[in-house]
C-alpha cells in the first residue's frame, strides 16, 4: 500500500490550457505535498491536435530533475485536441506509478479521431492501448471519477484520489495546475496580457 500519510509525500499534477485555433497548447506541472505545500512548478508546450503529449509529461518530470517524485496524475489522457498520453510508457520510462483522471461518462472518442483525423493508425493505436476505465467515488462530493492507471492497485488508487480533493471532484495539484496553465497561455498568446514597465 502506498503511504499516503507521510508528511513529504510528492504528487506531479500535470494539466493542460490550449485554443483550438492556436498551434501550441500549455502542460503546466505543479509538484504538491500531502500537507498541501506547492513544491514546485514546470510547464512545456506541446501541439494542438499533436502527437507529443507523451514527450511533453516527460520534458516536465525530467525539468523538474527531482528523485522525490511519488505519483504523477493527469487531468485526462487525451488533451488539446486528441493529443493523446501514453501513460504506459511514462510509467514504464519514470518508475512512477501513473493515475490519468476524467469526469464524465463516456461510450470512447474514436469515432471522433476518425471524424477529424481520418484513418490515423498510430493515433487509434494510442487510444486502444489505453484500455478501459475505472470508477472512483469520491466522498467529499459524492460524485464519480474515472481513472486509468499503472503501478498501483484500484484500492490505492481510491485512497490516494479522495486524500487528494479538498472540495469538488478535481485533485488539487491538477485544480492548481490548471490555473497556472491557462496563465501561462494568455502570457504565451499574449491575450489580455499588457506589460507597464515602471520608470
Known amino acids: 500500500m502506498v503511504n499516503i500519510f507521510k508528511k513529504g509525500y510528492r504528487v506531479l499534477g500535470i494539466a493542460e490550457s490550449f485554443v483550438k485555433n492556436k498551434r501550441y497548447s500549455i502542460l503546466c506541472g505543479v509538484v504538491y505535498r ?9 510547464c512545456s508546450k506541446i501541439h494542438v491536435g499533436g502527437l507529443d503529449a507523451t514527450e511533453g509529461v516527460l520534458r516536465i518530470y525530467e525539468k523538474l530533475a527531482r528523485t522525490d517524485i511519488n505519483l504523477i ?13 501514453d501513460i504506459e510508457k511514462v510509467y514504464r520510462t519514470l518508475k512512477v506509478p501513473i493515475i ?10 474514436e469515432k471522433y479521431i ?6 490515423d493508425d498510430f493515433r487509434l493505436q494510442l487510444y486502444r ?15 464519480y471519477v474515472y481513472v486509468r492507471y499503472y503501478g498501483l492497485t484500484l484500492e490505492e488508487v481510491r485512497i490516494l484520489i479522495n486524500s487528494l480533493i479538498r ?8 485544480r492548481l495546475a490548471n490555473l497556472i496553465a491557462r496563465a501561462f497561455l494568455k502570457i504565451f498568446y499574449c491575450e489580455d496580457f499588457q506589460y507597464n514597465e515602471r520608470k
Not at 34 to 42: F, H, L, P, S
Not at 77 to 82: G, Q
Open 100 to 109: 490519468c483522471i476524467t469526469y464524465e461518462e463516456s461510450k470512447g472518442i
Open 34 to 42: 500531502r500537507d498541501n505545500v506547492i513544491d514546485g512548478i514546470q
Open 73 to 85: 496524475l493527469t487531468n485526462g489522457c487525451i488533451v488539446s485536441w486528441f493529443n493523446i498520453i
Open 167 to 174: 472540495f469538488g471532484a478535481v485533485p488539487e495539484p491538477l
Open 129 to 143: 492501448k489505453l484500455g478501459g476505465r475505472d470508477k472512483i467515488y469520491i466522498k467529499k462530493s459524492k460524485r
Open 114 to 119: 476518425r471524424k477529424y483525423f481520418g484513418e
